[in-house]
C-alpha cells in the first residue's frame, strides 16, 4: 500500500533531491514567490504533501524552462533530455 501522503524527507527522496531544496520550494509557495508553487499542506506547523499531486507538479512544465527552452532552441539548442540519459555518459561519441 502506498502512502497518501508523505513528509519533506519522503519527497526529497521521492524527487531525488535535497529537502533543503524542497524546503525552499515550500518557503517561495507560501511568500507566493513563484508562479507554479509546490502543491503542499500546512498541518499546524508539519509540511506534508499529497504523493499523486506533488508528482503531478514535478512532472508539469515550469515557465522559466519554457522560455529558457525556447531561447536555446531558436538557437538550434535541444535541452530537452528524458531522465533515464545518465550525464556524463559519453558513449555516445
Known amino acids: ?3 497518501e501522503f508523505i513528509s519533506i524527507r519522503e519527497a526529497h ?3 531525488a533531491c ?3 531544496h524542497i524546503r525552499n520550494l ?4 507560501r511568500k507566493k514567490k513563484t508562479s507554479h508553487p509546490i502543491p503542499f499542506l500546512d498541518l499546524d506547523g508539519v509540511t506534508v504533501f499529497h504523493r499523486s499531486k506533488l508528482l503531478e507538479w514535478a512532472e508539469q512544465p515550469k515557465q522559466k524552462l519554457r522560455a529558457l527552452q525556447s531561447s536555446f532552441s531558436k538557437l538550434g539548442v535541444n535541452l530537452n533530455f528524458h531522465p533515464s540519459e545518465r550525464v556524463g555518459d559519453h558513449s555516445l561519441y
Open 18 to 20: 535535497s529537502d533543503g
Open 13 to 15: 527522496l521521492l524527487l
Open 26 to 29: 515550500v518557503d517561495k509557495a
Open 1 to 3: 500500500m502506498v502512502k
